[in-house]
């Protein structure tokens, strides 16, 4: 493995499982992390999912349905099959009686499962579905660029399009609301910039990439700049955002169990598993080529909302999440796809880390237009 762990001075914190593979966390003198801190100081005080909550939302939900009248629908959800924007999905028609026009993104990497859940989801609950299918010569470019600039944001080219086609559908079409599947209960815990999630709408950061790795041009595949989506199409074309989840109950296991018996809804191995390359890059990659396990800040953001126990997270995180077996066949199952030799493929694998530091970007920009939304209270979470 090429880590880039620090491996000086190992600490993890007392109260979830987020520890020092992220270089920016910070414990204090309890020995509980910034993440904690940030959760119990700023999201807790303001997330209240009751009944004072939801008459809130109703509002929202009642200013949807005015301006969407004598229209085929009235909102816009991006569904991937996954668990967040699958129970969306149902509670947008089943509780808020809302017609969304369900939109989905064919990458070239939809699991069986996925496939499955979505189809299971718009024949129970009787909704359209839009799906846009990437040009997959470009989409493979992308990828192929990314994984061969050894940073660890490979996946990176998904959310973008994912993101990118969403948000350019609803200004064409005209939709005001879209209706996201992000939440509390389930993501409180951001990862770190560092560990691949750096802002996959950095355009700049992406074409630098693809101008020094990538070989055809990008002539159809969808993308958004960040500060396209957060000026333009907010304060130009009026787009908004509504996260449905943070305003009922929501507990995964809950939504899970309704989803299973309402619709025959299939439960995943782990967050984000509906995508056969996520699956991969988060099981595989970036754990054994940089040492940054995404389940810590997934399974700390249930232990912070009282869905799992700290012991049962640190006993999910001391295996690998699938067999060895099943790795080594899905590292093949990627080379293959992406047009790369098992052995290119391990070479890369095998290389010198980067970071996007390494390439240009907005990285200074983006943080300062982040701190303003964190200083007016409009996002939460801990963006680092």
């Known amino acids: 493995m090429n880590s880039t762990i620090n491996s000086k001075h190992y600490q993890i914190c007392k109260n979830c499982i987020m520890d020092t593979s992220d270089s920016s966390i910070v414990f204090d003198e309890k020995g509980i992390c910034d993440y904690c801190n940030n959760f119990y100081n700023n999201i807790l005080p303001n997330w209240h999912p009751d009944d004072a909550s939801e008459a809130e939302i109703m509002k929202v939900v009642e200013k949807i349905k005015e301006e969407g009248k004598n229209k085929d629908h009235d909102c816009l959800i991006g569904i991937s099959g996954g668990l967040d924007s699958s129970y969306l999905a149902y509670i947008a028609k089943e509780k808020f009686g ?39 010569n470009e989409m493979k470019d992308l990828q192929r660029a990314f ?7 490979i996946d990176t080219p998904q959310d973008l399009v994912f993101f990118s086609s969403l948000y350019n559908f609803a200004v064409k079409h005209k939709y005001r609301y879209i209706l996201t599947g992000g939440n509390f209960s389930t993501e409180c815990v951001r990862e770190p910039l560092e560990w691949g999630a750096y802002y ?4 700049r950061y992406v074409r630098d990439i693809h101008d020094q790795f990538g070989e055809i041009p990008l002539k159809t595949f969808p993308t ?3 500060f396209k989506y957060k000026i333009q199409y907010r304060l130009l074309n009026g787009v908004r955002v509504v996260k449905p989840l943070d305003s009922v109950p929501f507990m995964k296991e809950d939504a899970i169990q309704t989803l299973e018996d309402k619709f025959g809804w299939q439960r995943y191995q782990h967050k984000h598993h509906e995508s056969r390359f996520t699956r991969f890059y988060e099981s595989y990659w970036l ?6 396990d995404k389940r810590k800040n997934h399974l700390s953001s249930l232990i912070l909302t009282g ?8 006993e999910r995180v001391s295996k690998p999440e699938l067999p060895e077996q099943e790795l080594l066949a899905e590292f093949e199952y990627v080379a293959k796809k992406l047009d790369f030799t098992v052995d290119e493929l391990r070479d890369y694998f095998e290389g010198s880390n980067k970071t996007f530091k390494d390439y240009k970007n907005n990285y200074k920009l983006i943080t300062l237009g982040t701190r303003v939304l964190q200083f007016l209270g409009v996002e939460k979470r801990a963006f680092k």
Request: aromatic content about 8%; charged content about 25%; overall charge negative.
């Open 287 to 292: 754990p054994r080529k940089f040492g940054f």
């Open 224 to 226: 958004c700049d960040i």
């Open 147 to 153: 994984i061969k600039s050894q940073v660890p944001d």
């Open 307 to 314: 869905q799992l126990t700290r012991e049962a997270a640190l």
């Open 200 to 203: 996959q709408t950095d355009m």
């Open 98 to 136: 809302l017609r969304p026009l369900l939109f989905h993104v064919d990458a070239g990497w939809n699991s069986d499962i996925s496939t499955h859940n979505i189809h299971k989801l718009v024949e129970g609950l009787d909704l359209e579905l839009y799906t846009e299918v990437v040009n997959w």
